[in-house]
């Protein structure tokens, strides 16, 4: 490809509302341009970057025994309703409807799993139809509230996701380790340290589910890790490990008046204790508009992820003063203590301590020596604390430590979520029908681009891994001279034919400017021929990630290349 025909231009300047590295990085180098917030064309050059993952993805899977397909974006809303994730609040409003000219409901996939149920439904009959593996790599769409990081969180977008049809939960269990570590051949080769976490299913619903993350300071996900044993969580679905029961006796309970005390901080310094042992009150509400009050020790706070699945997947949002104020709650005086027409969920933090100071539940007042069971119930006890760094690791106690991380790519194991309400069923050696045991897997490819280039540059451009660069080799040609033009086109000729990867700079611009959009698109290999060099019969060549160039022999520069890509 010659540069002086490539459809899209590098930018000099970074453009304003690009905040990450990999977003700046590709919307300068002419990988990308927006359309709208949060969809984006790729351009010629970060296409063949998509492409290349596509290769990697497909050949991975292939590798595994996959069979590719292709399903609609286009939904009926009927398949989505048979699941119940048309009805329930996730996805929610993230999934795009409309109406077709007959008023028919209509969704715009963001994921398959209702498409593949409906196919597995039709195309599994029998035991003997068991297992199989498909995949597809498909536009997905997503109404995602607040577009950000370019590639990193879209409304349209590239992924590659597969499905696994099994007998049973040992089957499932084979083809989620199988995909697994398809996953993990998948981003090497891409050039990506990833670090696997456990995660919450979320809006996929199943048993079990792992995230890929590439660590990154501007990462949305928080990755909560040990250093010493290798546990690895996202931190919604982080555990916490239980203190051992307090062995004080419990005292007589007691009010205390505590004016202008609203906050933990604020009682704890009043009554003289430390954060830990006084009881702070969350509020949320659900949407028919109840209210949930979360108990949780004073020095811990509240993860909203657990709650809701401690409350079976409820949609919680935080409950405004005019809320508590209609249900009598006191905003800063409350306790589960007496409370009434609330659903009450108490953290784990709460069963071993002893004589919290908590609200009571009127203004300017909190009670002492307040204990669980013996002075208030809860609906529901479970862990629904936030893991922080410097909490002890639930499996071997060391510190743990917290960092950000950009997911990549997600496996579940879904189990009959989908195929028990669909009928995706098949008749057993037994001549009995059970429903399909199912896992989900996916990639966004966009993502991974992405990801590739937070992990893969410099203040200067890109350093794209060899794998994903969208060409081998780039080669210029310094000053204006006949020869050295000709020179260059020759070479660029006997490089195409020895098929390499080659854009060709065969612009009339100066050294800086060629050097400068050599350094942004980020090749392996850069290849320079000037007049000085050609008369010693050399051309120069620079690997992009070292400083220092080589002098390669002109005469045979395709054997030469290969020793250095």
């Not at 969180?153 to 989620?176: C, I, N, P, Q, W």
Request: glycine content about 8%.
């Amino acid at each position: 490809m010659r540069l002086s025909n490539l459809f899209g231009r590098t930018l000099r300047e970074t453009p304003a509302e690009a905040d990450l590295a990999s977003h700046q990085l590709l919307l300068r180098a002419a990988m990308v341009r927006p359309l709208a917030s949060g969809i984006f064309s790729y351009l010629p050059l970060g296409w063949r970057v998509l492409r290349k993952i596509e290769v990697i993805m497909r050949e991975e899977m292939e590798a595994i025994g996959a069979q590719e397909l292709l399903m609609p974006v286009l939904n009926p809303a009927e398949i989505w309703q048979a699941t119940g994730r048309w009805q329930a609040p996730a996805p929610g409003p993230a999934l795009f409807r409309l109406k077709d000219r007959n008023q028919r409901d209509l969704a715009l996939a963001m994921t398959h799993e209702e498409v593949l149920a409906q196919l597995a439904a039709s195309e599994i009959s029998s035991y003997r139809d068991l297992p199989r593996l498909v995949y597809h790599i498909q536009t997905k769409l997503r109404d995602e509230p607040r577009p950000r990081g370019g590639l990193i969180r879209v409304r349209e977008f590239t992924m590659k996701d597969a499905y696994s049809l099994d007998a049973d939960e040992a089957g499932l269990d084979a083809a989620y380790e199988a995909v697994y570590r398809a996953y993990l051949r998948i981003f090497a080769r891409c050039g990506l340290r990833v670090i696997v976490v456990q995660a919450d299913t979320g809006m996929m619903g199943g048993a079990t589910s792992h995230e890929f993350m590439v660590e990154s300071p501007m990462g949305e996900d928080v990755l909560i890790l040990c250093p010493s044993c290798g546990y690895a969580a996202n931190a919604e679905r982080a555990e916490l490990r239980p203190d051992p029961p307090s062995d004080a006796p419990e005292r007589p309970i007691a009010e205390v008046a505590t004016p202008d005390c609203k906050t933990i901080e604020a009682v704890a310094a009043y009554v003289g204790v430390p954060q830990r042992q006084t009881c702070k009150a969350v509020f949320f509400q659900r949407e028919d508009g109840s209210l949930v009050f979360a108990a949780i020790r004073g020095d811990l706070e509240v993860n909203e992820v657990k709650l809701a699945n401690a409350l079976g997947g409820a949609a919680l949002a935080p409950a405004g003063e005019e809320a508590l104020a209609r249900a009598g709650i006191v905003a800063g005086y409350a306790s589960p203590i007496g409370v009434r027409g609330v659903t009450v969920v108490a953290d784990r933090s709460l069963l071993g301590a002893r004589n919290l100071v908590a609200g009571a539940n009127r203004p300017g007042y909190h009670l002492l020596n307040a204990n669980y069971p013996r002075d208030f119930s809860a609906d529901v006890v479970a862990d629904i604390a936030l893991a922080r760094g410097g909490d002890p690791c639930p499996h071997c106690g060391a510190p743990l430590m917290a960092t950000r991380g950009i997911e990549v790519g997600h496996c579940f194991k879904l189990g009959t979520r989908y195929s028990a309400p669909v009928g995706a069923a098949f008749l057993d050696a037994q001549g009995e029908s059970r429903p399909i045991v199912m896992g989900s897997y996916g990639i966004g490819a966009g993502r991974l681009m992405a990801s590739a280039v937070e992990q893969h540059h410099d203040d200067k451009g890109i350093l794209w891994p060899a794998a994903l660069a969208p060409y081998q080799v780039h080669l210029l040609h310094l000053g204006a001279a006949p020869e050295v033009h000709a020179a260059a086109e020759e070479l660029y000729a006997r490089l195409a034919k020895a098929g390499y990867e080659v854009l060709f700079d065969d612009r009339d611009e100066s050294a800086g400017v060629k050097f400068n959009d050599a350094d942004l698109i980020g090749l392996p290999l850069r290849l320079t021929v000037s007049a000085r060099n050609l008369k010693q019969g050399v051309v120069e060549a620079k690997r992009r990630a070292e400083p220092d160039p080589h002098l390669l022999p002109l005469a045979d520069i395709e054997a030469a290349l290969r020793g250095m890509l």
